[in-house]
């Protein structure tokens, strides 16, 4: 069980001061603004910190080359586009996996039940049908 003082410590919140591109600034507001008000911006900016530190190094030094590169060619806006299309496949991949593996489940329990007949029908069968019917 955790004591009072690992509590209070992972409870513990930083004010950040810091300076980013204003196009990056404006797609993470506009990212913010899906997952609720102004005040979840902490935890996305902690989300966004946490992916970037689980990710492979190498792949941190690349995003970091990608910042560095947009700034100095050609600007941060055609880097946000350029991400933005790489997630709408990645998302459009997702779904159609997913869709292909539901049709392929609908289908299976579209088909009809076979079941084997283990007696043909005799007469007093099928009177019992007809008063029922």
């Known amino acids: 069980m955790p ?3 690992s509590n209070e410590l992972m409870n513990r919140k930083k004010t950040l001061n810091l300076s980013v591109p204003e196009e990056l600034l404006h797609q ?7 997952y609720g008000h102004a005040k979840q911006k902490g935890m996305v900016l902690s989300a966004a ?3 970037f530190l689980r990710s492979d190094p190498a792949e941190q030094g690349e995003c970091l080359k990608q910042i560095a590169t947009a700034q100095i060619t050609h600007g941060i806006e055609a880097l946000v586009e350029q991400i933005q299309q790489e997630q709408a496949d990645t998302v459009i991949r997702r779904i159609g996996n997913q869709t292909a593996t539901t049709k392929h489940k609908a ?3 579209a088909s009809k039940s076979v079941h084997r007949r283990t ?3 005799d007469i007093d069968d099928l009177k019992k049908q007809a008063r029922k019917s």
Do not use: E, G, I, N
Not at 28 to 34: A, E, G, L, R
């Open 49 to 51: 910190l946490l992916m």
């Open 3 to 5: 004591s009072a003082r």
């Open 28 to 34: 993470f507001d506009t990212v913010c603004k899906q």
């Open 107 to 109: 289908a299976k329990r």
């Open 119 to 121: 007696k043909l029908p």
